[in-house]
């Protein structure tokens, strides 16, 4: 009999921490998803990592990506939702195609764009966005708080778009986001809300953490879509066992190269080896913002601040959320405001992961490259997922099977494309009609009590 996988909080051990007030409970898959941030400010991690065996994870070979959903999300959540309601879950999440595109020899890109917003963030809101409208107490409503650099508010925008009991409030720097990037998040209306931020991604990111740990705002019922809540990492497991069984022999290892930003991607990679998935080396290519490079390279921890503008602008984050986690699973803790309270084992993590910063001008040089080689298209996030594992394999010799993640279409930086390739990407059916929505944001400065405002006078807490 395997226990159930019970909740705890990262920060549970900073005693005697001005301005934290460790969580040292455990708690239920549904109280982490509901509250989506631990009160003490930490993020929610399980207590035990359920295993999935080889031979599970080659019975996927042919089948569909539900398939691969239900095994791994099952694993987790089968003490807390029946298999019925997961499989209608699971469902209605991935009516979509996962493409594995061969580039060369045994080297693959996996598209995660073809999702409604063209975005890999489709697969865990989706998913996130259903467990909610499953687990949410009756009659109270749910207001959810996201911060996005990018892809990630269009993709939870939609995927929360009509459900019952729930609204949604997605913050973006006003100045960071592409052109198509803001019409998806300005037009999607009805119970989401866009808000435009006149400052970086960090600083949306911190309001919205700041609101959660807010004593006083405790009655509008937060939750989080950013991969600070677990609900968001789960689903993300999936894709890379689904790789995995696609691309492999029996026995073999697999590189995976994960462009990375706020690291829930990443993580859900890292969950994904530690559950038994046979991967060799987890890449993580950063963009312009190279502290974690910089902190496997030396073992000395420095966040980035102000996080720094790239081509790559779902990448700009300075200080990743979802570095407590990497902390954690390797013995460390560092808070939200990047001070390390004990160092991680950095030799472990060496051992299974590498990464490496991508600037602007190795970017751009990686699509057209890509693309004249390959035929390959690209955009700026896929680009540097690629150009990473190119590097990782020129340092430590040529490998075979790997596959690096495309996360977001081309189409979304048309732009770039154009400017580097002389062609216009063609647009996916999820977003032939954008351009013909209408819609506009609010818009605040980056300033907390100006933000609590505009919450306290608009978020609604019953039904």
């Given at each position: 009999?395997?226990?159930?996988?019970?909740?705890?909080?990262?920060?549970?051990?900073?005693?005697?921490?001005?301005?934290?007030?460790?969580?040292?409970?455990?708690?239920?898959?549904?109280?982490?998803?509901?509250?989506?941030?631990?009160?003490d400010e930490g993020l929610f991690m399980p207590d035990t990592v359920p295993q999935i065996s080889y031979e599970d994870i080659i019975s996927l070979r042919g089948k569909p990506y539900v398939e691969s959903a239900m095994l791994v999300t099952g694993a987790f959540l089968r003490?807390?939702?029946?298999?019925?309601?997961?499989?209608?879950?699971?469902?209605?999440?991935?009516?979509?195609?996962?493409?594995?595109?061969?580039?060369?020899?045994?080297?693959?890109?996996?598209?995660?764009?073809?999702?409604?917003?063209?975005?890999?963030?489709?697969?865990a809101a989706r998913m996130m966005a259903r467990l909610m409208s499953h687990f949410r107490?009756?009659?109270?409503?749910?207001?959810?708080?996201?911060a996005t650099s990018g892809d990630t508010g269009s993709a939870v925008g939609e995927a929360f778009k009509g459900v019952e009991g729930i609204d949604v409030n997605i913050l973006y720097p006003k100045d960071e986001v592409s052109g198509r990037q803001k019409?998806?998040?300005?037009?999607?209306?009805?119970?989401?809300?866009?808000?435009?931020?006149?400052?970086?991604?960090?600083?949306?990111?911190?309001?919205?953490?700041?609101?959660?740990?807010?004593p006083s705002l405790e009655h509008l019922n937060f939750t989080s879509a950013n991969s600070i809540n677990f609900g968001r990492i789960l689903p993300q497991m999936v894709y890379y066992f689904y790789a995995y069984a696609r691309l492999c022999e029996d026995g073999e290892k697999i590189v995976i190269s994960v462009p990375s930003g706020n690291f829930g991607n990443a993580l859900g990679c890292e969950y994904a080896r530690r559950m038994g998935l046979p991967v060799k080396k987890l890449v993580m290519p950063t963009n312009e913002n190279d502290e974690f490079p910089r902190f496997l390279k030396t073992g000395c921890y420095e966040k980035v601040s102000p996080s720094r503008a790239c081509l790559s602008n779902a990448m700009n984050v300075g200080?990743?959320?979802?570095?407590?986690?990497?902390?954690?699973?390797?013995?460390?803790?560092?808070?939200?405001?990047?001070?390390?309270?004990?160092?991680?084992?950095?030799?472990?993590?060496?051992?299974?992961?590498?990464?490496?910063?991508?600037?602007?001008?190795?970017?751009?040089?990686?699509?057209?490259?890509?693309y004249d080689t390959y035929g390959v298209i690209l955009e700026p996030h896929g680009a540097a997922g690629w150009r990473g594992l190119e590097i990782y394999l020129e340092e430590n010799g040529n490998f075979s099977p790997c596959v690096s993640l495309e996360t977001a279409h081309?189409?979304?930086?048309?732009?770039?494309?154009?400017?580097?390739?002389?062609?216009?990407?063609?647009?996916?059916?999820?977003?032939?009609?954008?351009?013909?929505?209408?819609?506009?944001?609010?818009?605040?400065?980056?300033?907390?009590?100006?933000?609590?405002?505009?919450?306290?006078?608009?978020?609604?807490?019953?039904?």
């Amino acid at each position: 009999m395997t226990k159930t996988i019970r909740y705890y909080s990262t920060n549970r051990n900073l005693k005697g921490v001005e301005g934290i007030a460790p969580f040292t409970n455990r708690v239920s898959f549904k109280d982490a998803l509901l509250q989506g941030q631990a009160p003490d400010e930490g993020l929610f991690m399980p207590d035990t990592v359920p295993q999935i065996s080889y031979e599970d994870i080659i019975s996927l070979r042919g089948k569909p990506y539900v398939e691969s959903a239900m095994l791994v999300t099952g694993a987790f959540l089968r003490d807390e939702i029946s298999r019925e309601a997961l499989e209608k879950i699971v469902n209605d999440s991935y009516n979509f195609d996962v493409p594995l595109e061969k580039v060369v020899n045994r080297k693959y890109i996996m598209r995660l764009d073809q999702g409604p917003t063209a975005s890999f963030k489709d697969f865990a809101a989706r998913m996130m966005a259903r467990l909610m409208s499953h687990f949410r107490d009756k009659g109270k409503r749910l207001n959810v708080l996201v911060a996005t650099s990018g892809d990630t508010g269009s993709a939870v925008g939609e995927a929360f778009k009509g459900v019952e009991g729930i609204d949604v409030n997605i913050l973006y720097p006003k100045d960071e986001v592409s052109g198509r990037q803001k019409k998806q998040l300005d037009t999607i209306g009805d119970n989401v809300h866009a808000v435009s931020i006149d400052g970086k991604f960090d600083d949306c990111q911190d309001l919205v953490k700041q609101a959660f740990s807010d004593p006083s705002l405790e009655h509008l019922n937060f939750t989080s879509a950013n991969s600070i809540n677990f609900g968001r990492i789960l689903p993300q497991m999936v894709y890379y066992f689904y790789a995995y069984a696609r691309l492999c022999e029996d026995g073999e290892k697999i590189v995976i190269s994960v462009p990375s930003g706020n690291f829930g991607n990443a993580l859900g990679c890292e969950y994904a080896r530690r559950m038994g998935l046979p991967v060799k080396k987890l890449v993580m290519p950063t963009n312009e913002n190279d502290e974690f490079p910089r902190f496997l390279k030396t073992g000395c921890y420095e966040k980035v601040s102000p996080s720094r503008a790239c081509l790559s602008n779902a990448m700009n984050v300075g200080h990743p959320s979802n570095l407590a986690r990497f902390f954690e699973l390797y013995g460390g803790t560092v808070d939200r405001m990047g001070k390390v309270h004990k160092y991680p084992d950095i030799e472990a993590m060496r051992k299974n992961i590498y990464s490496v910063s991508i600037s602007d001008k190795i970017t751009k040089e990686c699509i057209k490259k890509t693309y004249d080689t390959y035929g390959v298209i690209l955009e700026p996030h896929g680009a540097a997922g690629w150009r990473g594992l190119e590097i990782y394999l020129e340092e430590n010799g040529n490998f075979s099977p790997c596959v690096s993640l495309e996360t977001a279409h081309p189409a979304k930086f048309p732009d770039e494309i154009i400017e580097l390739l002389g062609i216009a990407p063609e647009l996916p059916d999820s977003m032939k009609n954008i351009d013909k929505r209408e819609g506009e944001p609010v818009e605040l400065p980056g300033d907390y009590e100006m933000f609590k405002e505009y919450l306290q006078d608009n978020l609604k807490v019953t039904e």
